[in-house]
């Protein structure tokens, strides 16, 4: 028996508007486009990142706090050029998080709330 991750999948309230945030971001085409579901492909292979609609997504709270809502999962994404980085990422539509833990961190948060880490090796 083979078990093989497939894919990420990110709920919202606009699953098309979270898609495009994430080609912006991260250059992946979409292979999949229905009213309630987009699938986009890593162009090196491996796990794609799809988006559901979610009627009821309440945006996470980060970094968590007693009696809101907290994250489930967060994207962990390797880049070169942290600064370079996010910058992209604001200017795909991310915000910076208020707090960063880390110097080789950059925590951000996509326009659904999700939180994800811009890092250096």
Excluded: N
Aim: charged share 25%; with cysteine; glycine share 8%.
């Amino acid at each position: 028996m083979e078990l093989k991750l497939g894919g990420i999948v990110l709920d919202s309230p606009d699953p098309h508007e979270l898609a495009s945030f994430y080609e912006r971001l991260l250059g992946w085409p979409r292979i999949q486009d229905e009213p309630d579901w987009v699938k986009l492909a890593s162009p090196e292979g491996g796990a794609g990142l799809s988006f559901q609609r979610e009627p009821l997504h309440v945006r996470p709270v980060w970094p968590a706090r007693e009696g809101e809502p907290r994250m489930m999962a967060h994207l962990d994404i390797r880049v070169d050029d942290l600064d370079a980085a996010a910058a992209h990422a604001v200017a795909a539509g991310a915000v910076l998080a208020e707090h960063q833990p880390q110097d080789d961190v950059r925590v951000c948060l996509d326009p659904a709330g999700h939180p994800f880490c811009l890092f250096t090796d």
